[in-house]
């Protein structure tokens, strides 16, 4: 089957990174309301039948309604987690709903190309990344998954680091394809190598309470989705550095290998391994210290700290979630996708971190005040609210103004020439538009540090407000 054309705006919206519904499967009269669907567990097992709503839900024979396949197969089958899209199909032996959005991607690649609506880069761009993704997918399920670099994978998107918006589109075309990194791309460095798999159960995420749709209910499909995680932080993944692999002993060491190892690469501690999965302790300039102090003739093994059970975490645990540690003990493990230990985190590296987002960070405060200023003591509110409106915006207060609505003013030709500066007012708002997204990268803390080049423009955006705000 064929599917209809979408709408222009689903088209632009899927080619563009959003995440394929049901709806969209009905819009493109590959699926119809009242149409079963089936799941079977295992082979020769009876099927879980859902029916597809006039909203675009799931319902199960129970009554009970899902927003997405994944959640509404764990429901049925009652597990933790599936992958939905893969599972239900329109038939016990029939086409799943994964090979209905692969028809209608192609479908839609193919019309952005062939219509003119999009840039003609833009669109080749979006087919290669299609075709790309498309042939991943086969090779993930032959079990011969493709391998590149982080910051390989990403320039498929043409981005050169996961800011909020980036990292959506990647995660939605992911999830179209059926297909997850290993490891997450978005809290590991870029310099790691990932797989592009197929998604086991496990990497679903957990039916939630918020899933359920039940008929009386009457948000909208797209209020929630089980696979929305694109907005993760800042992870212990994207603390390691690139270029530093853990520094190790083994139990058996002496002092003058563990000294020795502390000298040369400026360490505090280093981790005493069994073996790459199993952290056997550490040893600190303190803990040789204080072996040494109860003990003058002490061995290498009195100055083990073994107190490590709660100091190893997975690389894609959240930073906030390990600051207690941090603080109580100094340093903590890093284990990788495969449960190796690759690395130690310490509190310096966590300041560092946060003084390399502290400089961007201020000069950000620092240009939205001025230009709440300016706008305050240029401007009546009246003038602001119509501007802002002009610009499908909505002006509240001075105080709780946002960068597109400073943009909305400063780009409105009546306010700029109120203003009076001598300056071009399209290249003014192309340059406070690319500070916007250097403002949204620091403010969510954008596992890559900001360039120097956009500090830079900081720097001389804010000196530029305050000659002409005088």
């Keep these: 089957m064929s599917p209809k054309r979408p709408s222009r705006i689903r088209r632009e919206l899927l080619i563009n990174g959003r995440r394929v519904r049901i709806s969209d499967l009905m819009e493109a009269e590959l699926l119809q309301p009242g149409q079963k669907l089936y799941y079977t567990p295992r082979y020769g097992e009876p099927p879980y039948e859902s029916v597809v709503t006039d909203r675009g839900n799931l319902r199960l024979a129970d009554g009970r309604e899902f927003s997405t396949p994944s959640a509404a197969g764990a429901a049925a089958a009652d597990i933790r987690a599936l992958a939905g899209w893969s599972a239900w199909r329109v038939s016990p032996t029939g086409a799943s709903l994964h090979e209905l959005r692969q028809q209608l991607l192609k479908a839609v690649a193919e019309e952005v190309a062939s219509e003119h609506q999009a840039p003609p880069e833009e669109a080749e761009a979006a087919r290669r990344r299609f075709e790309y993704l498309e042939e991943a997918r086969a090779k993930a399920e032959a079990g011969k998954p493709q391998s590149l670099t982080v910051r390989e ?10 800011d909020r918006e980036a990292s959506a589109r990647i995660d939605a075309d992911l999830a179209n394809h059926g297909l997850v990194t290993v490891p997450d791309f978005r809290a590991v460095g870029l310099h790691l190598t990932l797989r592009l798999e197929t998604p086991n159960e ?49 139990p058996s060491a002496t002092f003058e290998e563990a000294i020795t190892a502390m000298r040369i690469n400026d360490y505090s501690q280093v981790a005493v391994l069994v073996n790459p999965y199993t952290v056997h302790g550490a040893v600190s300039w303190e803990s040789v210290a204080a072996a040494k102090h109860r003990d003058p003739s002490a061995t290498f093994s009195d100055a083990i700290d073994r107190r490590v059970k709660d100091r190893v975490f997975d ?45 961007p960070f201020f000069l950000v405060g620092e240009i939205d005040q001025e230009l709440r200023q300016l706008l305050q003591n240029t401007f009546d509110e009246d003038v602001i609210r119509d501007a802002c409106s002009a610009a499908n915006q909505t002006f509240k207060s001075f105080n709780s103004m946002s960068v597109g609505q400073y943009q909305a003013v400063l780009d409105n030709p009546s306010c700029w020439a109120q203003l009076g500066w001598p300056l071009d007012r399209k290249l003014f708002i192309k340059r406070l538009d690319e500070l916007r997204r250097v403002r949204n990268n620091v403010m969510h803390f954008n596992p890559d540090p900001v360039k120097p080049s956009e500090v830079n423009k900081l720097r001389i955006f804010l000196r530029i407000i305050r000659e002409y705000g005088k």
């Design 153 to 162: 994978f990403i320039r498929l998107w043409g981005v050169e680091d996961r």
């Design 315 to 359: 690389y894609d645990t959240r930073l906030l979630d390990v600051i207690g540690t941090l603080r109580r003990d100094g340093f903590i493990f890093v284990r990788d996708f495969e449960r190796k230990i690759t690395g130690i985190i310490t509190a310096a590296d966590v300041v560092h971190k946060y003084d390399e987002t502290a400089t």
């Design 202 to 250: 496990s990497d679903e995420a957990p039916v939630k309470a918020a899933d359920h749709r039940t008929p009386e209910r009457e948000e909208s499909a797209d209020d929630t989705n089980d696979e929305d995680s694109t907005d993760i932080g800042l992870t212990l993944g994207n603390l390691l550095q690139d270029d530093s692999p853990l520094v190790s002993v083994s």
